[in-house]
């Protein structure tokens, strides 16, 4: 079942036999494949890959040059193999193409990397041509047609287009017959073709063993229309393309590739035109290229195995590492920031939803290079909000954005404040000073406010403005989803559990709970689904399933609090609606925003459903559901390191040059490049996958998203150009503009996250958290 080619012998057998006109054959690797070297004529030479599911890969051209004069593609310039001898265990392999003064040499070493076809590519210019620049490829191509194939692009596709139509993994692109990313788009540098998508699903792609990913500022912030020639550009581009006679995968170097003028940030479905953004080597006497590449095959039950095993063959070939990071000190730290950030007003107390992280005051600064319209749903009173800011002693600059959201303390996904409150207990127990007390009572003051304004039944929004007690929809704008309001009732179940423990009872809590719970479950349809999000005037505003994860872990421990089993029994066929329509295609979707955008918190939370119901069932069908939404979530995880942009400013970044980005985890597929920290959540997770499965993976997962997503988090002595200890930015892009996020806010769940990591984890395990710190 491993997934990569092994070809080193492919090429080490061609000089015995180079000119004769007959193929030279290897025999057979380790994952079914025949592969033999073919004569193309005159004595040159292309590979043919014979493979159990019938499809044979093939490169009659293994060399490929794009040649740009002044920024215009003046050809494409390909050729086979005209050389070949036998070094050893090593083959080398060489091509030279001419263009007028221009000769590009090169000398391709291939070996066996236990199971891996590994190239080392080396191209060598010759001459000068004045203006121009170039990028070569390398690839593979299958006879399959590309109607029929299906795709797997980490943080992109998976199987089929699930994302707005110009995203980079969206519909235009799949009618254009194409996909083509930088790497630096990607959590992996990996592009991966099912050619096969039937009972036994055949598959392969490429992986960059070695990505640099350099760039400077100048290419950073060039427009995509903008052509740059620079010697020190070190990205690659990953390209799944339909060719004449079938489909190939290539990665081409330095990374110029297609897309869609107006196809970035967010795109929607606005008409947009095909452009090629060039970015080029320069043809220069003496120049040289070297990239290292495997070509992975293999043949999986289904699309989420295909997922599981090309994600797990590149996570081995790049071993993720990340820097420890003092995780007591930052549990500190952060309940201390969090605690000084809560607003006591009235009979109200919670954490206002929108503070800039930089400085610390309410609202948005957003940089020059981001613009967003404020959320028509919301018309901030100025006046009035600065004189309660003056009365709070808090410096309000009018000037700043999304103003109109910063007073209101939100339930769930950004503002999670349930869950704060559960944090502030948890450290409660912990502390027996005042501190402690003090974390006691701001729970308390959290839960009653949320109690006292918050109705459930039937809700109206999940956010409370404390200022004036109005509530309203904060994460949708006209609309709330399903998501927010039982992924913080979960931790309430979580809190009664520990309170009840320790001789304490919440009644109310209990109550406010369990009445979303009674307004929900009528609204089960009889496929087990629930309705995606409702409207102002609380009709249903988006029919979608998809999101029918998120109550699964609420509806279970409610029932076993209660011992009602209504609510396990819909939890249940929930979960099953779940993995029937989505896990078992290898896509999750709806969780950032858009029910029909693939997301990885769509996963994650889908995993945190399963193994609530396998952790309660102990059906073994649950805890491979959980797996499989795990393995399809960590595929969202940064697993190489992205160096931040030559001769930018570090003032105006938001990840600072020399961090390391490994950890960073994406958003959505219709924000491909965009990263976050969100995945942090997901330690304990996996670290139960690991107790559950001795799956060591699980482990290794679990230990990446433990210190790896602190990596941009200000703590003592490492405060970056945040406010001070405590404050992190939601999130940045790794993508052009490298470094830059839309904007530097703090929300409340990056603290949350990144505490719940570690509470949840020592919870489980006190033993594996040591081990793991």
Known sequence: ?????????????????????????????????????????????????????????????????????????????????????????????????????????????????????????????????????????????????????????????????????????????????????????????????????????????????????????????????????????????????????????????????????????????????????????????????????????????????????????????????????????????????????????????????????????????????????????????????????????????????????????????????VEIAEQFLLEAYRDNSARGLRFSQLAEEIMATLVRYVPLDPPVGEGLNLRTGQVGNIHGGNSWGLRPIPEDLARLMDMLEREKSHGIQHPQWLAWGRSFADWLLPLQRQDGSFPAAWGDDGAVSDQSGALSYAPIPFLVKLSNFTGDPRYKEAAVRAGEYIWDEFGSQGVYQGATGTSSVADKESGMLSAEAFMTLYEDTKDQKWLARAQAAADYAETWIWIWNVPMPVGADPDELGWKPGVPTTGANGIGSNDVGGVDQYLDWAVPLYAKLYKYTGDAHELAVAHVLLHGTKAMLALPGRTYDMAGPGWQQEHWRMNPIRGIGAHRTWLPWISINHLHGVTALEEFDAELYGQLK
């Open 1 to 417: 079942m491993k997934r990569i080619i092994s070809a080193g012998f492919l090429l080490a057998a061609l000089f015995l036999l180079a000119g004769c006109g007959r193929a030279v054959r290897l025999g057979r690797t380790d994952s079914g494949c025949s592969v033999a070297f073919t004569p193309s004529g005159q004595g040159k030479y292309g590979i043919e890959m014979d493979r159990p599911n019938g499809k044979t890969l093939q490169q009659t051209a293994p060399a490929k040059v794009y040649l740009y004069i002044d920024g215009t593609e003046q050809t494409v310039l390909e050729a086979a193999y005209s050389a070949v001898k036998r070094n050893g265990n090593l083959v080398e392999a060489t091509a030279s193409i001419e263009s007028g003064e221009a000769i590009f040499s090169f000398t391709d070493i291939w070996k066996i990397e236990g199971d891996a076809l590994q190239l080392d590519r080396t191209v060598k210019v010759s001459g000068t041509l004045e203006g121009a620049g170039f990028c070569t490829a390398a690839g593979m191509n299958t006879p399959a047609r590309w109607a029929d194939c299906k795709f797997f692009i980490p943080g992109v596709i998976y199987g089929d287009p699930h994302t707005t139509d110009y995203s980079k993994g969206g519909r235009a692109f799949y009618d254009a017959g194409y996909f083509s990313l930088r790497e630096d788009y990607l959590s992996a540098p990996l592009g991966v073709v099912v050619d096969s998508p039937s009972e036994k699903y055949g598959w392969f792609g490429v992986l960059n063993l070695k990505p640099d990913g350099a760039t400077t500022w100048e290419e950073s912030t060039a427009s995509a229309t903008d052509s740059v020639i620079e010697p020190s550009l070190g990205f690659g581009t990953l390209e799944m393309a339909a060719e004449d006679k079938g489909t190939g995968v290539s990665f081409i170097y330095p990374g110029t590739c297609r897309e869609f003028a107006g196809g970035g940030f967010r795109a929607a479905t606005t008409p947009a035109q095909p452009i090629v953004r060039v970015r080029l080597h320069p043809v220069e006497d003496g120049f040289t290229q070297k990239y290292t590449l495997a070509f992975l095959t293999g043949v999986s039950q289904g699309m989420p195995e295909v997922e599981r095993d090309a994600w797990r063959d590149a996570w081995g070939a790049l071993d993720p590492k990340v820097q420890k990071v003092d995780l007591e000190l930052m549990r500190t730290t952060l309940l201390d920031h969090l605690a000084s950030q809560v607003i006591e007003y009235r009979d109200r107390a919670g954490v206002p939803f929108v503070i800039d992280a930089k400085t610390g005051k309410p609202g948005s600064f957003r940089p020059a290079y981001r613009s967003f319209p404020s959320r028509s749903a919301y018309n901030p009173d100025i006046p009035r909000m600065q004189a309660w800011a003056r009365q709070l002693g808090i410096d309000l600059d009018p000037s700043a954005a999304e103003l109109e959201i910063w007073e209101y303390a939100v339930l769930g996904f950004c503002g999670k404040h």
